[in-house]
């Protein structure tokens, strides 16, 4: 069984583009994630959700926006694709309001052209 | 504003060759530091989380430990399936509710057989 897991795995799309991300985890956590790992591997939070309320929600653009239909789903809408998007983004997720290790999924690599 | 450092960038060993990776860490109010292993084309995934100065803790050949300024991931006689990026991210007291992971750039570790 597959704790965190992310659709598509690869997605390329062309600019101006709306695409979305799924989220799914069966771990029964709390709280999840969106990770944005750029060309140099370096990743960084985007948002938070905690019970269907967003907690953090980072310095990026409007054109991202997360979703949360139940706990054990996040998905991320992004519109208006561009260049600078292309990127690796991970979901993750944690219990008990993010005391612990987070888990992640497996990725999605964003290619926009 | 919370930093994250890693040393070095890359590191190769010979296999058996004994090395330690560093992190170093600007937080207020930690509130935990964590390690993860990262192959290439897959998500983090999760290897130890460290609460306070002092505290040590292993798994097979690794062994992470933690003083009030850096964490150290030591690698005793690795192997060349230890071969991969580890990245190391902190948590922070942030007033209640969840926050996301803050991660250093990794550090990419191949061991040669």
């Known amino acids: 069984d597959t704790a965190v897991s992310q659709t598509p795995k690869y997605l390329v799309t062309q600019m101006g583009n709306d695409k979305s991300i799924k989220c799914e985890q069966n771990?029964?956590?709390?709280?999840m994630y969106w990770y944005k790992q750029d060309s140099k591997k370096f990743l960084k939070i985007m948002f938070s959700?905690?019970?269907?309320?967003?907690?953090i929600n980072e310095t990026v653009p409007n054109r991202f926006s997360p979703k949360s239909p139940d706990k054990a789903h996040l998905n991320l809408h992004i519109n208006s694709l561009e260049l600078g998007d292309s990127a690796v983004y991970f979901c993750?997720?944690?219990?008990?309001?993010?005391?612990?290790?987070?888990?992640f999924g497996q990725g999605t690599r964003l290619t926009v052209v | 504003e919370d930093q994250v450092t890693q040393s070095p960038e890359a590191l190769r060993l010979q296999e058996g060759e004994s090395s330690s990776l560093n992190c170093s860490y600007t937080?207020?109010?930690?509130?935990?530091l964590f390690w993860y292993r990262q192959d290439p084309g897959k998500g983090p995934e999760f290897l130890f989380t460290?609460?306070?100065a002092g505290e040590e803790k292993e798994k097979e050949r690794l062994k992470a430990t933690l003083t009030k300024k850096e964490s150290f991931l030591h690698i005793t006689a690795p192997k060349p399936e230890d071969s991969a990026t580890y990245l190391c991210?902190?948590?922070?007291?942030?007033?209640?509710?969840?926050?996301?992971?803050?991660f250093g750039k990794g550090t990419h570790l191949i061991i040669q057989p």
């Open positions: 771990l029964g956590h709390d709280t």
């Open positions: 937080v207020s109010g930690l509130r935990g």
């Open positions: 993750a997720s944690s219990p008990t309001g993010g005391l612990t290790e987070a888990f």
């Open positions: 959700y905690n019970n269907k309320e967003l907690i």
């Open positions: 460290l609460y306070s």
């Open positions: 991210a902190v948590r922070k007291y942030s007033g209640g509710g969840a926050d996301g992971l803050t």
